[in-house]
């Protein structure tokens, strides 16, 4: 396989590795990165990628596998710092009430979500992948994929209700 | 008629029930003007999805560097090879060729010594033959 075809083969999913990095990892940087390495691994694995059936899916897999490792050196490591700014963001009600933009507001709504619930949402709301798709990306079975999928939905609704009756008052 | 119908599919959405199809008729009726004052605040949902699609990833991914350089540590490992090659045989030659230069001095070393030995004994003859005039001579 030539470069251009590589390129040819991946340019088509590339924002999708790079928004599923992003909605792990939230930073930009970190998910730019994380978009470079998985292209990088798979081409150095080129030589098989004749064999696999679903590149793109095998791509999503990998992205995702490498977000959740970063997340957990992370977690152990000193780059806590990054979390617990959000978390004081999240916590202040004054800034809360600040955050006009409704739009704004569901992207954090999002990041509080647990990452399995992340992860569907990004995939069926944002991607529009099917469920099978998905239940391939994620290992997971198509029931256990819209369990999350209506678990991470319903806690989107709960609490954009919650700010919306908040906002009335 | 239809508002009922969106109720429904509203539902069933967060149900995770819904086909692809009923799913994109739910973001048409979000994303429209006209959307039921209860179901305004999922308006902001509905519109950060398709928003947080439009997000590109801007970096260059540099596919180059890796393979040019296992491309160059494959050549100097060539260039190592065969000049090693090249190099460890012409040590080998002189070698050889030091190893028949001191063989074949030896031998003519050998072949001196013994052609020395030779003439002394010649020299045995010529008295021999100074001697058989002596006796010519006197007789």
New interface residues.
Partial sequence: MTQSEFVNLVMPFKDKLYRLAKRLLVSTEEAEDATQEVLMKLWDKKKGIGSYRNVEAFAMTMTKNFCLDRLKSKQSGNLKLVHSNYADDRTSLQKEVELNDSLEWVGRIMEGLPEQQKLVLQLRDVEQYDYDEISEMLDMKPTAVRVALSRARKAVREQLIKKHSYGIQ | MEFNKIEQLFEK?????TT?AE?QELRDYFSGGQVAEHLE??R??F???S???K?????Q?P??P?KTLYQWISVAAGIVLVAGIFFGKQYQERKEAEYAYLQTKKALGLLAENLDRGKEKVAYLQEFEDTKQKIIKNN
């Fill in positions: 959405y967060f149900e995770a029930r692809e799913e605040p999922y902001a949902m519109a950060y999805f928003d947080a699609k997000e590109r990833s801007i970096r991914v596919l180059k890796r």
